[in-house]
T-cell receptor, first 110, second 114 residues
Framework: SQQGEEDPQALSIQEGENATMNCSYKTSINNLQWYRQNSGRGLVHLILIRSNEREKHSGRLRVTLDTSKKSSSLLITASRAADTASYFCATESSNYKLTFGKGTLLTVNP | DAGVTQSPTHLIKTRGQQVTLRCSPKSGHDTVSWYQQALGQGPQFIFQYYEEEERQRGNFPDRFSGHQFPNYSSELNVNALLLGDSALYLC?????????????FGDGTRLSIL
């Protein structure tokens, strides 16, 4: 079963624009993580935000977490063609496993 | 510093056969988790191995089994293959069962069932 649900399912933007992806989940969590997957490859960890944190930055990435609304957002600023990939949110509860959403396919056009 | 390696990269089997997939964790990691990713979907957790024991299992039938060796590498075995088992199988490694840690993924094994 999928806990996280990303929105939108697909997003197409021009290079230099910002991209925002949202994630909603259903149960209480220890943390929420965002991963990137290039076509046919494994997942690459981007950022982890704990349940007691509200916002986190890493380079061009900004993640917010609202536990009252059970939602998170990932903002990629000044996007590049190399950012083209699928982006997944994953929630971790107390049972040591990650539960992934279906992902957002981001296309950045040169 | 070698990352997570998986073998083989691609595999074609027929229904009813059995398959074994292999994973070597990132150097310094002792925990291996396996995921199944169907086309267009997010990864689904199969199980996690730590200290050579299965510690956590997702919603997968007993046809899916695994093993972890003393060097922390792991195998995923699937018996009586079904068409629906066609997917990308991903291995992820971490330390100390990985709670609140990033998971390091391999590039996966693409399994096709004919």
């Amino acid at each position: 079963s999928q806990q996280g649900e990303e929105d939108p399912q697909a997003l197409s933007i021009q290079e230099g624009e910002n991209a925002t992806m949202n994630c909603s989940y259903k149960t209480s969590i220890n943390n929420l993580q965002w991963y990137r997957q290039n076509s046919g490859r494994g997942l690459v960890h981007l950022i982890l935000i704990r349940s007691n944190e509200r916002e986190k930055h890493s380079g061009r990435l900004r993640v917010t977490l609202d536990t009252s609304k059970k939602s998170s957002s990932l903002l990629i600023t000044a996007s590049r063609a190399a950012d083209t990939a699928s982006y997944f949110c994953a929630t971790e509860s107390s049972n040591y496993k990650l539960t992934f959403g279906k992902g957002t396919l981001l296309t950045v056009n040169p | 510093d070698a990352g997570v390696t998986q073998s083989p990269t691609h595999l074609i089997k027929t229904r009813g056969q059995q398959v074994t997939l292999r994973c070597s964790p990132k150097s310094g990691h002792d925990t291996v988790s396996w995921y199944q990713q169907a086309l267009g979907q997010g990864p689904q957790f199969i199980f996690q191995y730590y200290e050579e024991e299965e510690r956590q299992r997702g919603n997968f039938p007993d046809r899916f089994s695994g093993h972890q060796f003393p060097n922390y590498s792991s195998e995923l075995n699937v018996n009586a293959l079904l068409l629906g088992d066609s997917a990308l199988y991903l291995c992820a490694s971490s330390k100390d069962r990985g709670l609140s840690q990033p998971q390091h993924f391999g590039d996966g094994t693409r399994l096709s069932i004919l």
